[in-house]
């Protein structure tokens, strides 16, 4: 669970809704460390190939879909061989995390 400004937000809720985007191939989100908000929702997308989507673009499509405090700040997007998985092929949260709070991912 992510906890952003005393606000509980599920990962999985928001990875379902970003999953629903016709050019997302894979999608994780994580909170990452914010000093404002406690934490803030990133998301990793891995895009369909020949799919062009910015992160502005994303954030937008998920107002219809998501609350304010459930949208992602932060979008970085990633290659199919990046999204850590373990052998079975289950996407490593923790592993992803420290990926991107040293990855400079969209900020929006």
């Known amino acids: 669970m992510i906890i952003s400004g005393g606000e509980n937000v599920y990962p999985t809720e928001v ?4 999953g629903q985007h016709p050019d997302i191939k ?3 989100v994580v909170g990452l460390p914010d000093e404002k908000w406690g934490e803030r ?3 990793a997308v891995v895009l369909r190939e020949g799919s062009v989507l910015t992160a502005e673009t994303l954030v937008e499509w998920t107002r219809g ?11 970085t ?8 998985r373990n ?4 996407i490593l949260h923790r592993v ?6 040293h990855h400079t991912g969209d900020r929006t």
């Open 77 to 84: 997007f990633l290659a199919s061989d990046e999204m850590p």
């Open 26 to 28: 894979d999608v994780a």
């Open 15 to 18: 990875e379902a809704v970003l």
């Open 65 to 75: 879909h998501l609350a304010g405090f459930k949208r992602p700040r932060e979008v």
């Open 96 to 101: 992803l995390r420290d990926l991107l709070s």
């Open 87 to 90: 052998t079975t092929g289950k």
């Open 41 to 43: 929702v990133a998301a």
